[in-house]
């Protein structure tokens, strides 16, 4: 993941930062951030050693050396330009006047100038925080990349590429992967999170959270492992976290795993758990709790299962679009609500006879009688596999 002007500008430390050009290259990519201090003062540039800038080099300046001509500032811009920096922050101590001209080659030429306007906010402090901010940035993509060879690609043991996402993790681990219940989650909207003390100190010297799959991974791990004391840590993060997302969140969690190369299992069993409709009313599914799900979500991607389940929902939702009726919701409710229609009919807001009189079109329509063991088995098998075909979708298997 890159790190760019606009994110760097977006930062909360960033407030009393003010854009005074160059508004479209605000997407320029900064790959490291420096001082501009004398280097391009023609008195002193062939007295001192001074390094060249690099291409998306975030630059900072108080134009000292200018304070005495001011046409230097635009000699530097076009300079800095020229070498590929992706911006400039001006620290104007000297009241200097930022020309016009300035600001025209910065609009023509796609490069950002500020004005910071935080007179107690230093050089060094800005360094650190955007340096970090990239580092963060980078770690994103290397995450997750680990996290897809552990899933699909095994280079290396299991085990070893889970100690490159963390050397402290134990053996005795849980995932838990909070997913937005609407949208995805974006890089930025993960650093931000990750930026709040109470959630980045919570976690422990086991544990890690990283960007994945457009959500929020966690690994929780632990070298006392008590079943009660597991799920009271995960209820914990659970609570700590899901207030934090600027949107509402579904929380998979997998089951408890005591070998540190099951981190792979781990991990899609809570990518699952956050995409099947069987969250409980605080957004949560516990992969312990799915019950026969765990059995489709191994076979659903199989020819047959697949076959046996578009058999079904296919001709439900054709007849839905052929007569504009509701057969497909009454049917998905029936199937999750355990085939309790009085439970089916208070979810959809119809009266119970409704119900009953849409079960019974689809036993017509699929020449099966739905309300009877065996058919109530096939169509929960049907649906089910179809919504464990959909949770694969969303989560990108």
């Known amino acids: ?30 790959t490291r951030c420096g ?100 580092k963060k940035a980078q770690s994103i993509d290397r995450q997750a990349g680990l996290v897809d060879q552990i899933l699909f690609k095994i280079n290396k043991s299991r085990e070893s590429l889970a100690r490159e996402i963390n050397p402290s993790f134990h053996d005795e681990m849980a995932a838990i992967f909070f997913r937005p219940e609407e949208g995805v989650l974006s890089p930025e909207d993960f650093l931000s999170i990750m930026s709040r003390d109470e959630l980045s100190s919570s976690l422990k010297r086991g544990d890690s959270a990283f960007y994945y799959r457009n959500g929020l991974m966690l690994i929780h791990s632990s070298d006392t492992w008590h079943k009660e004391s597991v799920y009271k840590n995960i209820e914990k993060y659970i609570d700590i976290f899901s207030p934090a997302f600027p949107f509402k969140v579904r929380c998979g969690v997998s089951l408890i795993h005591n070998n540190l190369s099951e981190l792979g299992a781990a991990v899609r069993e809570s ?101 009877s063991k065996s058919g109530y088995e096939s169509l929960s098998a049907a649906i089910k596999i179809h919504f464990c075909r959909e949770a694969a979708s969303l989560i990108g298997f």
């Open 1 to 30: 993941m890159n790190t760019t002007v606009r994110d760097i500008a977006a930062m909360p430390e960033f407030k009393g930062m003010k854009l005074l050009a160059g508004a479209s290259g605000l997407d320029n990519v900064v």
């Open 35 to 134: 001082f501009l201090d004398y280097e391009y003062d023609s008195a002193l540039r062939e007295k001192y050693l001074h390094r060249g800038f690099d291409e998306g080099e975030f630059v900072l300046s108080s134009f000292l050396y200018a304070k005495d001509n001011e046409f230097y500032i635009i000699d530097a811009i076009k300079r800095l330009h020229q070498r590929g920096c992706s911006g400039l922050a001006i620290r104007n101590i000297f009241k200097l006047n930022i020309r016009e001209n300035v600001l025209r080659f910065a609009d023509a030429n796609r490069f950002p100038i500020f004005l910071l306007t935080d007179e107690t906010f230093y050089f060094e402090d800005i360094v650190y925080i955007v340096v970090d901010r990239i």
């Open 271 to 371: 990518l699952y758990g956050s995409a099947l409709p069987v969250c409980d009313e605080r957004g949560r599914c516990f992969y312990h709790d799915i019950g026969v799900f765990r059995v489709f979500i191994a076979s659903a991607a199989s020819p047959g299962p697949c076959e046996f389940s578009d058999g079904y929902v296919r001709s439900i939702k054709a007849y839905d679009n052929e007569n504009n009726t509701s057969l497909w919701a009454t049917a998905k409710s029936f199937i999750l609500n355990n085939g309790d229609i009085k439970e089916t009919a208070l979810e959809l807001g119809q009266h119970v006879n409704t119900v009953r009189y849409r079960l019974d079109s689809i036993s017509r329509l699929l020449e099966e009688n739905v309300l």
